[in-house]
């Protein structure tokens, strides 16, 4: 249990760190830095097949393919869905959007929540329902004061949503599959790492090389920190361990100069709300699961 908890811990550090880092990478722009990250991670993320046993996934993956060729437009799908979600990422802390995105993160799971609840009827607590409904409330508000929710933060919750929910549906949900989406990002991500003049780039940036590679390390770690919490964890832990990353996030945002406007307070104390009930939830049923470990 506490190796599980330690490993989740340090994959939210790594990716909170991540947030910041790549205010490290100017001048290099989002599409930039999305590009470097893919190339530099995916031999992690292939490591990571083999160390947690997943090539015989893989294949059958790649079998299932090839009986219908037409389930491959089914990872383009996820693949353009994440790939959108890990540029969002990264494009934000050098756009003035950090705070946004960091909402975004905030929101999700209780998107999740609804969405498990309404897709494939799973029950959930009262706890978790009142959560949901906070949640509500403060993006109700949010569209009354400013006349909408920003773009980053539904980009997010729809996206993430849509593609967990995709996933499930399909039953790929494991890593194999998670492989290779990124592997079908790799040619695009290619391409926006070839059209950077990295010559120029050093010139502002002399380091920048080396950075790019920290990120590939940085990435690929806590990718497969986040595995390993997932082996040694129950879900209802690791899920309420995975609000440590938006809580950093939201740090991070603070740390490099964004503020919180007045009309965007009542959607940040709804979901601090709603978080702490939801982790409230969460303590409790890890303490009495019958399947404690």
């Given at each position: 249990m506490l190796k599980g908890v330690a490993f989740s811990l340090f994959a939210s550090l790594l990716f909170g760190y991540m947030y910041y880092f790549s205010?490290?990478?100017?001048?290099?722009?989002?599409?930039?830095?999305?590009?470097?990250?893919?190339?530099?991670?995916?031999?992690?993320?292939?490591?990571?097949?083999?160390?947690?046993?997943?090539?015989?996934?893989?294949?059958a993956h790649l079998k299932r393919i090839q009986e219908r060729p037409h389930f491959i437009l089914a990872f383009i799908f996820t693949s353009a869905l994440m790939g959108f979600q890990m540029w969002l990422f990264l494009w934000a802390p050098n756009n003035s959007s950090s705070i946004s995105v960091s909402f975004g993160y905030l929101l999700l799971p209780l998107v999740m929540v609804a969405a498990a609840r309404i897709i494939f009827k799973e029950r959930i607590s009262r706890i978790k329902f009142l959560a949901v409904l906070i949640a509500a409330v403060g993006v109700i508000s949010n569209i009354v004061l400013k006349g909408e929710i920003?773009?980053?933060?539904?980009?997010?919750?729809?996206?993430?949503?849509?593609?967990?929910?995709?996933r499930r549906i399909l039953n790929m949900t494991d890593l194999a599959a998670f492989f290779l989406e990124m592997l079908l990002l790799l040619p695009f991500c290619i391409y926006f790492a070839w059209q950077v003049d990295i010559a120029q780039v050093q010139q502002s940036n002399p380091n920048i090389l080396v950075l790019l590679l920290i990120l590939g390390l940085i990435s690929g770690t806590a990718l497969n920190s986040y595995i390993l919490a997932s082996n040694h964890l129950p879900m209802n832990l690791l899920g309420l361990l995975g609000y440590v990353e938006p809580?950093?996030?939201?740090?991070?945002?603070?740390?490099?100069?964004?503020?919180?406007?007045?009309?965007?307070?009542?959607?940040?104390?709804?979901?601090?709300?709603?978080?702490?009930?939801?982790?409230?939830?969460?303590?409790?049923?890890?303490?009495?699961?019958?399947?404690?470990?």
């Open positions: 205010t490290l990478l100017l001048p290099l722009s989002g599409t930039d830095i999305f590009g470097y990250r893919i190339v530099f991670t995916l031999p992690f993320v292939a490591a990571a097949v083999v160390l947690f046993k997943q090539k015989a996934a893989l294949i920003s773009w980053e933060a539904s980009v997010i919750c729809v996206g993430y949503t849509t593609y967990f929910v995709v809580c950093l996030m939201v740090g991070v945002s603070f740390l490099i100069g964004e503020e919180i406007d007045a009309q965007s307070y009542p959607l940040f104390i709804c979901l601090v709300i709603a978080m702490l009930l939801i982790i409230a939830d969460g303590v409790w049923h890890t303490k009495h699961s019958p399947t404690r470990l």
